[in-house]
Every structure is written in C-alpha cells, then in structure tokens.
C-alpha cells in the first residue's frame, strides 16, 4: 500500500509540473522579407548604418535583431567578440545577459502563483524564515557596526518581484553604506565563480538591513535572487533545472544557460573595456568575468546569472507578445501576463515614462509622448554588461541588441536603435 500511494504522488507531482498545451499554436520565430511583415527594408538599413559606425569608435561588437509578427527581419553582427583574438562577432554569439535573466525568473515565480502555490501578498518569510523580523538601516558608525529600526510591514513576494522590498545591491548599490555592509556580510552579488550556492547567499542577505520600508520605494535589488531560492524552495528543484524544464527547453532556448556547457563555450563574448583608445578584455574585478565557463558553477543567480542569445531572447519575448504562449505551450496565461504588465508600483514613479510591474519596465502615457520609447505598453529592461531590449504589443515589434561592454563612455547605441527601429514600421 506503501508502494501504491508513492507511486500516486509521484504522478501527482509530474502532472503538477507538466507543461500544458494551448489552444493556440503560435510557431517560432522564422526569417521573412520586412515587406511582409509591414516594415521596410530601406528604413531597417539605417539600423544597419548606425551600428557599423558605432563599431568604429563607441563598441567594440553588436548584434542586433528586429522582428515583428513573429518574423525576423534583420539579425546582424557587427565588429569582433575579443580583443586580444579580434575574432569575428557572429550572429549566434553568446552574451552574458545579466539582469534580463531577472524577467525569465519572475516568469517561473509567476508559473508557480498560477498552480497556486503562494499569493503574491504572502510574507517572504512565511517561505524563508530568515526573513522574519526585518529591520530597517538607522545609522552606520565609524567601526561598521550599524542600528537599525523595526520595518513597520513584512517583504512580500510582489515587493521583490516589483524592486520596493527594500534590499539593497551591495558592490552596485548606489547608497555606499550599503555596499560596505553587504561586503563585511560576504553578500555574493551578480555572478561568481566561488563555492557557494545562492540559498546560502539569501540566507546572509536576510539578515541585513533594509533601505526602506517594504512597498515605500523603488530601489533595485537583489531581490530576484530571494525568488531564485524561492523557486527552489516551492518546486523542489534547483533553479537551473527548473528553468530549463520548464521555460527554456520548451521555448527553444537551447543557447541559454547559467553556466555554458563545453559545445557552447568558444561561442562566448568577451567582456571588453577601452583603455588608451584601444579595446582590451575586461580584467577581472569583484567578480570573474569567465564565471559561465570556470569555477565551482555552484551559484545560480535568479537576478543576474544566465548566458543567451539574440534569437534565443527573441523566443521569449515572442511568448510575452503572444500573451504567454509559443509552439502550442502555454507557459502563462494571458490573465497572468496582464497582471505582470500592470503597473505594482503605484505613483513611485508619479511622471516618469514607464510604470513597473511584475518583470519589466513597460511605457505609459508620458513615455508615449516622449517618442522613441515604443507604444504603451511597451515592455523593456537591459543588462550589466550593455544589452538591451524592448518588445511592443501594439506593433508586434521585439529589438534586442546585444554588446558585452564594462566602464566606457559614449555609447548611444541603446537609444538610437528603439528609434530607429520605430521608424522602420511602414504599414
């Protein structure tokens, strides 16, 4: 009998994870003309102009992709993937994407809200108990040691899905007090190659103080690698296994991964900087910029960690524009997906260009009206290492343009592609 009912749990459990089927059968993306997709070729040819001028003297490579209706209609590299071998940059190249990796986390934590695991109100600490008691940073004294108040209410889920949590950035936080305590701490912040893993990182985390109280501000943080280690907690399986079973390998995400596998590995950017007007590879600092290929690959960050590509991005935006499906899977509903576009911030951010919901930055009214920045509605981030995207619901439109750059100045690439991307539409 014993026997009978593992063997019912064990299905139940299968059927819990399973990927479900849709309605809807939208296919990859594919290659097609501009004109049959509205968009004109002439147009997209200043696209290709701005970024082989920006190679000469503002980035060392680029890969651009644009596509629109589910049809790519222009994926191009441009300049070299390393400065000491100068070797041509390809189109399938694989760049660190850093902080986008923080959209498909809040994905797979909204994957789990659906089955009904947790609310999006529910304390964090009903989960990590470390979370329990938060406290909020007073005063920092001349020895490190610090005071702290009472936070008046708990960190939620939505907190640290929507950036108002509190936590901080540690090495990148833009309060320095913050960064001196998260090193004393021995925060591991953004990517490492050292043996530790990202529970017991978070577990660190909790015990420090907080910039504000939960839900008062927006202040970036760490707080997708608090849901990393939710994921874990609430599916039973590492991030890395539960990412890939259930967003990357049904979007055909097969160029992404957290730490590279060794097929994969001569297809890595390099990081690169300017010094004395000439390109080198970014030396290592706070972190080893080989961390996807070297070290313990013990250290999944939900905010920070994974490996991609254009076209491989371009899938999982092309499901976000397909209101949570792609290739017949459905990985969220289209209810879910407009809770995740909503604005959860409030006024927060009362007359700036966007609202923030639940994964991305996404354009209102005043964005709109500023022009460059897409429809409303438009959803967008980047990441540490210069990338960028944006994908429309109105006009269908994604634009993904991938560098791998650290401390340079001058490069108006981000910009002048959403622009110019915009004006290719010719419908």
């Known amino acids: 009998m014993k026997n009978v009912f593992q063997l019912i749990f064990t299905l139940t459990s299968l059927i819990s994870v399973a990927q479900t089927t849709s309605i809807k059968n939208s296919p990859f993306l594919t290659e097609a003309s501009p004109k049959s997709v509205g968009m004109s070729e002439e147009r997209l040819a200043r696209i290709d102009a701005m970024c082989a001028e920006a190679v000469k003297n503002e980035v060392p490579g680029i890969v651009a992709l644009v596509a629109r209706n589910g049809k790519i209609v222009f994926h191009k ?11 041509e940059l390809k189109t399938d190249a694989i760049f660190r994407i850093a902080s986008q990796t ?6 797979a934590v909204m994957m789990l809200w659906e089955e009904g695991k947790f609310r999006l109100d529910d304390p964090i600490s009903k989960y990590i108990p470390e979370f329990s008691n938060e406290q909020i940073l007073d005063s920092v004294y001349p020895d490190g040691s610090y005071s702290t108040i009472p936070a008046k209410n708990p960190i939620t889920i939505r907190h640290l899905l929507s950036h108002t949590s509190g936590i901080g950035y540690g090495v990148i936080d833009g309060d320095s007090r913050f960064k001196k305590i998260y090193a004393n701490a021995g925060i591991t912040d953004l990517f490492t190659t050292e043996k530790i893993t990202i529970a017991e990182s978070v577990k660190k985390l909790a015990k420090l103080p907080l910039h504000h109280n939960p839900g008062e501000k927006y202040t970036y943080s760490e707080g997708l690698d608090v849901l990393g280690y939710f994921i874990e907690i609430m599916s039973g399986m590492p991030l890395d296994q539960f990412l890939r079973k259930r967003i990357l390998d ?8 957290f730490y590279l596998p060794k097929a994969l590995e001569h297809r890595l950017v390099s990081v690169q900087t300017k010094e004395n007007n000439q390109w080198k590879n970014y030396p290592k600092t706070f972190y080893d910029t080989n961390y996807p290929k070297t070290g313990a690959k013990a250290f999944f960050s939900g905010g920070a960690g994974l490996s991609s590509t254009a076209k491989d991005y371009a899938n999982f935006l092309q499901m976000y524009l397909n209101k949570g499906e792609l290739n017949g899977i459905r990985i969220l509903s289209r209810t879910t997906v407009d809770v995740i576009m909503a604005n959860q911030i409030g006024t927060i ?4 260009d966007a609202n923030f919901g639940l994964a991305f930055r996404v354009i209102n009214e005043n964005g709109v009206a500023k022009g460059g920045q897409g429809s409303l509605k438009t959803f967008n981030w980047g990441g540490y290492f210069n990338s960028q995207y944006f994908a429309d619901p109105k006009e269908q439109v994604i634009g993904i343009i991938l560098k791998q750059t650290r401390a340079i100045e001058g490069d108006n690439t981000a910009w002048k592609f959403q622009q110019l991307v915009g004006q290719s539409i010719d419908d």
């Open 77 to 87: 590299a441009y300049g070299t993937a390393d400065a000491e071998s100068t070797k």
């Open 102 to 107: 923080k959209a498909i986390t809040s994905t």
């Open 250 to 257: 049904p979007l055909q995400m097969n160029d992404t991964w």
């Open 349 to 352: 951010w009362e007359g700036g």
